[in-house]
């Protein structure tokens, strides 16, 4: 057997961030023409390392080779001549811009486009073929699919010269489908001698397709292992430091009356287009209903419509003994002080206050409850009390009321809002992405809570991208795509083939009678009523 | 002090102080251009604003005007509004503070007459900030589009008012009857007399006390109240607002009728302080002034005050130089003030990279071993 040789060797790297010990002699060998896993909880110093090796961060020690040669970079341009390429979590693409425009953004070759776009489109083409990354080049960003944007993003880090890919949690927004077909790429990109690094939190994409994996956790390599001699269970310890429970611990539901009716919902956009399409459901006391699909499918629409942020075009909402539709519209204060919490899929642009202190955040939504205001103002007393409390009863930290909300870690806010929404008991529960960039740790405090919020008799309606999550969470799950219903189905029948064929609405359209007989069985509904 | 602690201070003390001198820096530079010693400049401008008890007490009066547009530019800004339309509501507010003067009987005693006026101000200021307000709520128009247009209908409403209705009778001068002696705010010389102090007479007057319970006012109704606590959460998320239940169409209504209550308040300093008459273009400057105050002062009470006191300053010893030094006119005051706002708005970031890192840095910088290729 020849030496392989490696395509980075990164010794002794060592970064501190004030009092953070980021990277602590981090050392990690990547093999050429392997695919090299690497996870860690968030704050484990995945990121901080990457960023190193991409030039976005100077090392304070350490040395960087890679492919052979020692380097110090200090640009992102030393990192991309040097044959590295990333795509990063979110696509840096320009939305209405064409494929082969926003490939040679950044190497357009001279003042006139057109000698640049020729040579792009050879060179693109001859790529397409070399890799099976077949994309039109002449469609516009935003006519295509996540992952179709995504594969833009390879083929552009191949473009200039990338002999290295580093990917950023590469498979958050894609179905199952498009996860396959992603790493059949991944495969070609081996075949002809790429050599790729995953970062990811999901193990079992780890286990499926890399060659070796490393673990970090406390700014620290705590393990590198051959994938094939470990298992998802050590992986998940080595991260946490501890045995971690995978799967969620729970009995079985105890369902009860429904608590919210929803009939024929139907939302449409500022410009009139309909994000969801006459949605009915119901969410009844103590079931967990998980809502999946692919992100942009009408989940964040239905979280905001049945929350009262935005006003319905049509149909009906009944929840807690009051009914809203068009005509009547609920406020979201009004549906809280009724007994529903909603926690919103994307805190920071919803969930908290980034510029306000956590204990402001932690009032969000109740700044007007009578168990903080005294008379005219607001108890300083009482708000840092209730943010304590919160603090304590979710184990955020720093448990620190007066630091900035947008200074806690991702888990950490979440924590904060889950706690705020979560601890006045509410009836009704709507939950956005609740462990999106959370800790496996964290994770499972999380999911443990929602269990227990079931078991007390709660309705709660849980809205993931996560089909891990959506299974081992919920009792019932109903599936949208395009806005609409494409699938209804127990949680115990479920599995990913199924899900994801429901997700692309790829099974044949949902037999009424069958439907209806399920309707029937649960709760004495006639099809029409559910609008099937 | 930790890093956050650090950066907290650079960006409250630090920075605002660097400016002003960078400003004044500037200014001494123009004034060596036009043959003048800045420092000489510098003494007789500070001794115009501080060297004697009438030089203090315009200071201070002119401050007052400062402290009033500050606040009001302030609590529109913590809604994420930008209020520009302090000239008109300053101006307006005089209308109110005038009608309601001019309604009441003459006879009656200042208990009832200072109340009234300062309602009417409030009330009128708060009206002509009302309706862009209602235009932006409702009907999206921008503020800032609406807010300096009415700035130029406050000036033509005046105008038409104060010629053909509000005029003194048999008089060419575009202003009203005199006050009643009953409404007029009392002077700060005459209060210190009545208590036996001897102070000399200056146009400052008890305006200055009102000003500063609106500045407590301003700061427990943003910091401490549930209103307060809705205006800044809409100010910084307005996304995260609604998902709280608040309703942003509201907070903007309220929040820009008492940004136009504040401004309307500078007419009580002005006319039922010290002209005690409707009077034309009262109000000049003062609105605009405002928007550097709050910048200045980082929209908050304290430092809105220590700004209006900066720019008070500027205002009373540029006239004092410009009295004093042949080579000087007015103006000078207006080109200082220009490089204030100049360097404290649109420069306000050009000192803070640099201060951060070399104040707070983020790491001991150690350099990495290794060989470049």
Redesign the interface.
């Known amino acids: 057997m020849t030496m392989k040789k490696f395509a980075i060797e990164l010794t002794d790297i060592d970064?501190?961030?004030?009092a953070v010990h980021a990277n602590n002699k981090v050392c990690l060998q990547v093999t050429e023409g392997n695919i090299h896993g690497i996870i860690g909880e968030n704050g484990a110093g995945k990121s901080t390392l990457m960023s190193i090796l991409y030039g976005f961060y100077?090392?304070?020690?350490?040395?960087?080779n890679v492919l052979g040669?020692?380097?110090?970079f200090t640009d992102s341009h030393h990192a991309i001549a040097a044959g590295i390429g990333m795509v990063h979590q979110h696509f840096m693409l320009v939305e209405n811009f064409t494929v082969l425009e926003n490939v040679i953004l950044g190497s357009e070759g001279g003042a006139l486009l057109a000698d640049g776009l020729a040579a792009a489109r050879k060179e693109l083409t001859r790529l397409g073929e070399e890799y099976g990354l077949k994309v039109n080049l002449d469609a516009t960003i935003d006519t295509l699919s996540v992952g179709l944007q995504q594969r833009v993003e390879i083929l552009k880090a191949l473009y200039k010269g990338a002999k290295i890919l580093i990917l950023d949690e590469p498979t958050g927004v894609l179905t199952p489908q498009e996860t396959e077909e992603l790493f059949r790429i991944f495969a070609a990109l081996k075949q002809q001698g790429v050599t790729i690094m995953l970062i990811t939190h999901k193990l079992r994409e780890i286990m499926s397709i890399t060659d070796q994996v490393s673990v970090m956790r406390g700014g620290q390599m705590v393990a590198h292992r051959n994938t094939c001699d470990t298992d998802r269970e050590e992986l998940a310890e080595l991260m946490v430091g501890r045995k971690v429970l995978l799967h969620v611990d729970k009995g079985p539901a105890n369902v009860r009356a429904p608590l919210m009716t929803v009939k024929r919902l139907t939302v449409a956009d500022n410009q009139g287009v309909e994000r969801l399409k006459g949605v009915s459901f119901e969410l009844r006391a103590g079931e967990v209903l998980g809502v999946a699909g692919v992100s942009g499918n009408g989940q964040t629409e239905l979280l905001e419509a049945l929350?009262g942020?935005t006003p319905l075009t049509s149909g009906s909402v009944q929840v807690l003994g009051m009914e809203m539709d068009a005509k009547h519209p609920l406020?979201?204060?009004?549906l809280?002080e009724l007994g529903l919490a909603?926690v919103?899929e994307d805190r920071h642009?919803?969930?908290?206050?980034?510029?306000?202190s956590a204990s402001?955040s932690a009032?969000?939504?109740y700044?007007?409850d009578a168990s903080i205001?005294s008379g005219?103002?607001?108890s300083?007393a009482k708000v840092d009390a209730n943010c304590e409390q919160l603090m304590q009863a979710f184990d955020v930290r720093p448990a620190d009321p007066h630091l900035?909300s947008a200074?806690f870690s991702g888990g950490n806010q979440q924590k904060l809002i889950l706690a705020r929404e979560m601890e006045r008991n509410p009836e009704v529960l709507l939950i956005g992405q609740p462990t999106r960039g959370v800790d496996i740790g964290a994770i499972e405090f999380i999911h443990q809570r929602i269990i227990a919020m079931r078991d007390a008799g709660k309705a709660v309606l849980l809205v993931s991208v996560e089909l891990e999550e959506i299974m081992s969470v919920s009792d019932r799950i109903i599936v949208l795509c395009d806005g609409a219903i494409s699938g209804r189905i127990n949680a115990e029948d479920a599995d990913e083939r199924t899900l994801g064929m429901m997700m692309a609405n790829a099974l044949d359209p949902i037999d009424p009678l069958q439907a209806m007989n399920d309707a029937k069985s649960s709760s004495n509904r006639t099809a029409q009523e559910l609008d099937l | 002090m930790n890093r956050e602690n650090r950066i907290t201070w650079i960006n409250r003390l630090l920075l605002p102080v660097l400016n002003v001198l960078t400003a004044f820096a500037v200014t001494a530079v123009v004034f060596w251009l036009i043959d003048v010693n800045p420092l000489e400049a510098a003494e007789i401008l500070l001794y115009g604003a501080f060297g004697y008890e009438e030089g203090i007490g315009y200071t201070i009066y002119y401050t007052t005007n400062f402290i009033f547009t500050g606040l009001a530019v302030a609590v529109a800004f913590h809604a994420g509004l930008f209020n520009i339309g302090g000239e008109g509501q300053a101006y307006i507010g005089g209308l109110g503070a005038g009608l309601a003067i001019f309604m009441l009987d003459p006879t009656l005693g200042a208990w009832l007459f200072i109340p009234a006026s300062i309602i009417g101000a409030l009330l009128f200021g708060a009206l002509w900030a009302l309706i862009p307000a209602y235009l932006q709520a409702y009907r999206g128009s921008h503020i800032v589009i609406t807010t300096i247009m009415f700035n130029f209908l406050a000036a033509s409403l005046m105008v038409y008012l104060m010629v053909h209705v509000l005029r003194e009778m048999g008089q060419m001068t575009p202003q009203s009857e005199l006050f009643p002696t009953n409404a007029w705010m009392p002077f700060v010389h005459d209060v210190a007399a009545g208590m036996g102090y001897s102070i000399e007479a200056s146009p400052l007057n008890l305006s200055v006390l009102l000003a500063l319970v609106c500045a407590v006012a301003v700061w427990f109704f943003l910091w401490q109240t549930r209103w307060g606590y809705a205006i800044r959460a809409t100010g910084k998320n307005s996304t995260a607002a609604v998902y709280g239940g608040i309703k942003p169409k509201r907070v903007i209504i309220v929040a820009m009728c008492i940004s136009g209550a504040l401004a309307g308040l500078v007419s009580i300093n002005e006319l039922v302080g010290y002209q005690h008459r409707l009077v034309m273009d009262f109000h000049l400057g003062y609105g605009f002034g405002g928007i550097a105050v709050a910048l200045m002062g980082r929209n908050h009470p304290v430092g809105i005050i220590v700004a209006a006191l900066l720019f008070g300053t500027l205002y009373q010893g540029g006239a004092e130089l410009a009295f004093e030094m042949s080579g000087v006119s007015r103006d000078i005051v207006v080109v200082m003030q220009g490089l204030v706002i100049l360097f404290c708005g649109a420069l306000e970031y050009m000192y803070r990279p640099w201060l951060i890192r070399t104040l707070a840095p983020v790491a001991q910088q150690i350099s990495a071993a290794g060989v470049t290729v």
Do not use: C, V
Request: hydrophobic share 35%.
């Open positions: 970064k501190r961030f004030g100077q090392a304070d020690a350490g040395q960087i040669n020692t380097y110090i929350s942020i406020s979201p204060d009004i809280r909603h919103p642009r919803m969930g908290l206050i980034t510029e306000f402001e009032l969000l939504g700044h007007t205001n005219l103002w607001l300083k900035k200074n």
